[in-house]
């Protein structure tokens, strides 16, 4: 169940064929604190896809236990990787309206912001308002809570290896793109 006047963090997993985009919805304290117990020496942040199988059948279990809610999009096609993000982006934006007023983003490049900024602006007038932040993934857990929900359904519908999907729980909700 989705309650409202949360934030969406946001962050992705994509190769050439698959784009996810995922979405965790938290307070606005925005703090996953138990995932900062997982860092390993000098690590800053946690990375998914940087970590090998047994770290991630870890780091998926850790997210389950935060019982956080995500909605993740999933685009399964070839083409440009921004275009994939604006159609997974509009897709989580119509379905977390509701629920959302603002989304965190995993900051990119510039360029990049700045093309979620004029997806979101292109809904606003027919679709959710919602206001976006672009931060450094290394100043937010719950960005990185949205790393570990995107890498694992990545692997599951890229790789074909749903067990770090299976571990998250049923605490997210899937939408085409």
Not at 128 to 157: C, N, R, Y
Not at 163 to 173: I, K, P
């Amino acid at each position: 169940m989705f309650v409202a006047a949360q934030i969406g963090f946001i962050d992705e997993a994509f190769d050439e064929n698959v784009y996810v985009l995922a979405c965790v919805l938290d307070d606005a304290a925005g703090s996953c604190s138990p995932l900062r117990s997982l860092l390993l020496g000098k690590q800053q942040e946690l990375k998914f896809g940087q970590e090998g199988h047994a770290r991630k059948l870890l780091l998926a279990q850790a997210y389950a236990r935060l019982g956080l809610q995500a909605v993740i999009a999933v685009k399964e096609s070839k083409g440009s990787n921004e275009r994939r993000r604006g159609l997974c982006l509009v897709a989580l934006a119509w379905w977390v309206g509701d629920f959302v007023d603002s989304l965190v983003f995993d900051a990119r490049q510039e360029r990049g912001n700045i093309h979620d900024r004029t997806v979101l602006k292109g809904l606003s007038g027919h679709g959710p308002k919602l206001t976006a932040s672009f931060m450094p993934s290394q100043d937010v857990e719950t960005l990185w809570a949205a790393d570990i929900v995107a890498g694992s359904m990545f692997h599951d519908v890229a790789r074909g290896e749903p067990s770090y999907r299976h571990l998250l729980g049923d605490h997210h909700t899937l939408v085409e793109a």
